[in-house]
Nanobody, 122 residues
Framework: QVQLVESGGGLVQAGGSLRLSCAAS??????YAWFRQTPGKEREFAAG????????YYADSVKGRFTISRDNAKNTVFLQMNDLKPEDTAVYYC?????????????????WGQGTQVTVSS
């Protein structure tokens, strides 16, 4: 059974840092990504990584502040978030899939974690 288990969310002041983890069980996927969602808005892409080769992708809003990485041995993906801003407040979801396509589209990912809350206070 495939599971994506996220951890690492919490409350932090603006300018602070958090590190999210996504542990995948059951199999290794071609693509992993972090999306985020606030109430009343669509889920938006934050960062993505290809498992083979490690190519990374970032939304303009997080580029230079967030870093996505992977630990092959642990089948785990991380999102290091630095210089956090109140507008980064959201539920963050880990996503994984095999399909090619436009990496920032939620529809190409087949598996999702339960979400972890990140709250940045001003």
């Amino acid at each position: 059974q495939v599971q994506l288990v996220e951890s690492g969310g919490g409350l932090v002041q603006a300018g602070g840092s958090l590190r999210l983890s996504c542990a995948a069980s059951g199999r290794t996927f071609t693509r992993y990504a972090w999306f985020r969602q606030t109430p009343g808005k669509e889920r938006e892409f934050a960062a993505g990584i290809r498992w083979s080769g490690g190519e990374t992708y970032y939304a303009d809003s997080v580029k230079g502040r967030f870093t996505i990485s992977r630990d092959n041995a642990k089948n785990t993906v991380f999102l290091q978030m630095n210089d956090l801003k109140p507008e980064d407040t959201a539920v963050y979801y880990c996503a994984a899939g095999y399909r090619g396509g436009i990496y920032y589209l939620a529809s190409i990912y087949d598996y999702w974690g339960q979400g972890t809350q990140v709250t940045v206070s001003s």
